[in-house]
C-alpha cells in the first residue's frame, strides 16, 4: 500500500516578503518598495532575515522564491520556454485549442482566462491567434504575470500583444469584461493529490500562494453568464466534472477540456 504524500512545506506558508537582489542596488531598492507599496506585502531591510516565500526583484526579472532550507528553484513567468513554434506546438489539434473551438473559432476568438495562475495557457492560446483576457486575483502572481509579459514583448511581442492582464476576483470582473467574450476558461485549482507523486513546484507554489478554490462552482455560474458561445473547464482525467452536462470532452495528457456550450439566453 502507497503512503500518502507527505505534505509540502509550502502548504501553509503563505508570508511574502519583498526584496532586491542585489540589495545595494538604488534602483532595484526603489522599484522592491514601489512593488511593495502596490500589493500592500512588507518590504525586507537588508539585514532582515526572512524565512518563508520572497519576492525578488533582480535586474533580469522578478521571481518568486522559497525559504532556501528546502533549495528550491526560484519561479518566474517565462514564456520563452513553452513551445508555441514546433507544428505540435502551433498545431489547432492541440486538446485545448479543440476544446476552445479548433480552426474555427480559435483565430481572434476573445478567450478570457478567468484563472490565469502562470498563464501558460493563456500564452499558448494567444499564440493560435486568440486575443486572451487573463484574470488573476492574487496579486503576487498576477505582478509575476505582468513581469512575465513584459519580457515577452522582446521575443513575440505579437503575441504578448494579444494578451491582456486585470488583476481581480474573476466572479466580480466577468460581468464587466468588454467585449463580450466568446469563451471563457476556466482553471480551477486541482484537488490535492493523494498519490505519493508530488505537484511539480511551480504548482505547489502557486497552491501555496493562492489556497483551493474552494468558489469554483459559483464561478462557474459566472463564466455561462458571461461567455457567448462555451465555457472550458481543465480537470485532471479522472476527477469528477466541475458542473454537470458537458457536451464534449477533450483529453490531453494528464488532464481533460470540458465542453460546456452557451444556449441561447431569452
Known amino acids: 500500500m502507497k503512503r500518502p504524500a507527505a505534505a509540502s512545506p509550502l ?9 532586491a537582489d542585489p540589495e545595494d542596488d538604488p534602483a532595484l531598492r526603489r522599484s522592491a518598495d514601489g512593488l511593495a507599496r502596490r500589493l500592500n506585502l512588507l518590504a525586507t531591510e537588508p539585514a532582515e532575515p526572512s524565512p518563508g516565500m520572497q519576492l ?3 535586474p533580469l526579472r522578478l521571481e518568486l522564491r522559497i525559504n532556501a532550507e528546502h533549495r528550491t528553484r526560484p519561479v518566474c513567468v517565462d514564456f520563452s520556454k513553452l513551445d508555441t513554434s514546433s507544428p505540435a506546438g502551433r498545431s489547432s ?7 476552445v473551438g479548433g480552426r474555427k ?3 481572434d476568438t476573445h478567450v478570457v482566462d478567468a484563472t490565469a495562475g502562470w498563464g501558460e495557457d493563456a500564452w499558448l492560446l494567444a499564440s493560435l491567434g486568440c486575443r486572451v483576457t487573463m484574470i488573476e486575483r492574487s496579486p503576487v502572481v498576477a505582478a509575476l504575470l505582468a513581469d512575465g509579459l513584459e519580457r515577452a514583448k522582446q521575443f513575440n511581442s505579437d503575441v504578448a500583444q494579444r494578451i491582456s492582464l ?6 466580480a470582473v466577468l460581468p464587466g469584461i468588454k467585449p463580450q467574450p466568446g469563451v471563457v476558461y476556466l482553471d ?3 484537488p490535492v493529490r493523494r498519490s505519493s507523486a508530488l505537484e511539480r513546484m ?3 507554489v502557486l497552491r501555496a500562494v493562492v ?16 461567455a457567448q458561445r462555451r465555457v472550458v473547464v481543465k480537470r485532471p482525467l479522472r476527477a469528477e466534472p466541475l458542473a454537470p452536462g458537458p457536451v464534449a470532452t477533450h483529453k490531453g495528457k494528464g488532464v481533460r477540456y470540458d465542453v460546456y456550450p452557451i444556449t441561447a439566453r431569452p
Do not use: E
Open 11 to 19: 502548504a501553509t506558508n503563505r508570508s511574502v516578503k519583498i526584496i
Open 56 to 58: 525578488a526583484v533582480t
Open 93 to 99: 489539434r492541440q486538446p485545448l485549442a479543440k476544446a
Open 105 to 107: 473559432l480559435v483565430r
Open 166 to 171: 486585470v488583476v481581480g476576483d474573476a466572479c
Open 188 to 190: 480551477p485549482m486541482f
Open 202 to 204: 511551480p504548482m505547489r
Open 211 to 226: 489556497g483551493d478554490d474552494a468558489d469554483a462552482p459559483g464561478l462557474f455560474d459566472a463564466a455561462c453568464r458571461a
